[in-house]
């Protein structure tokens, strides 16, 4: 096993840097951010930071990048207050990537990628057709994180969207039968595949 020192990896080149830093936390969730500008425009992000805060009140969080590498969608949340959050799955997943894109703020990004937009009624934000499981977040917080400057925005759930076959009579929902991805480093996309549930573990 070899050893690697935090002076060494500052001094790697960026990209190399960034991805093996973003493995090392393992598979993540990988979801597109749906959002509309106060002009109508409709925006999707690719967001692999996304966790859940609790149950009761129901909120979830993720972080958005620092303003000079994506102002569009905290921009968006920002002025009206909604967002949706998206699953890739497996049938679209190259389209998804492409939303990494910086596209100029007056682009469709929906329309850019090939991806088309859903809106559901009593929702301002734009969902993704295509995706097998999706929900509405209205925002509850954005906390500026001061030391590399980004943010971490907070959304209380309003509304799921997804197949009542894929949830357990216990709420357990199989996300593998939906084709939720998973994302590893910058750029590798991974297909989920259940184990095993345990039991509620007790002393």
């Excluded at 929902?173 to 595949?193: C, K, P, Q, T, V």
Aim: hydrophobic share 40%.
């Amino acid at each position: 096993m070899r050893y690697y020192s935090i002076d060494e990896i500052k001094n790697w080149e960026r990209f190399y840097r960034a991805n093996f830093i973003n493995c090392l936390t393992g598979f993540k969730p990988v979801s597109l951010v749906g959002t509309v500008s106060k002009e109508g425009v409709p925006n999707l992000s690719v967001v692999s930071s996304i966790v859940h805060l609790g149950a009761d009140p129901a909120l979830i969080g993720y972080i958005n990048r620092p303003l000079a590498a994506a102002p569009d969608t905290i921009q968006n949340i920002r002025d009206t207050g909604h967002y949706t959050v998206n699953h890739i799955s497996d049938a679209f997943f190259t389209n998804a990537h492409q939303c990494s894109a910086k596209y100029a703020p007056e682009v469709n990004e929906f329309e850019a990628v090939g991806l088309e937009s859903q809106f559901e009624e009593g929702i301002p934000a734009p969902f993704v057709l295509e995706s097998p499981v999706k929900y509405h977040l209205k925002l509850v917080e954005i906390v500026p994180i001061t030391h590399n400057q980004t943010f971490f925005v907070i959304g209380a759930l309003q509304a799921v969207f997804l197949s009542e076959s894929l949830v357990e009579t216990d709420g357990f929902i199989h996300l593998e039968n939906a084709g939720s991805m998973l994302s590893l480093g910058l750029d590798g996309y991974a297909n989920a595949a259940m184990v095993q549930r345990l039991p509620y573990a007790k002393p």
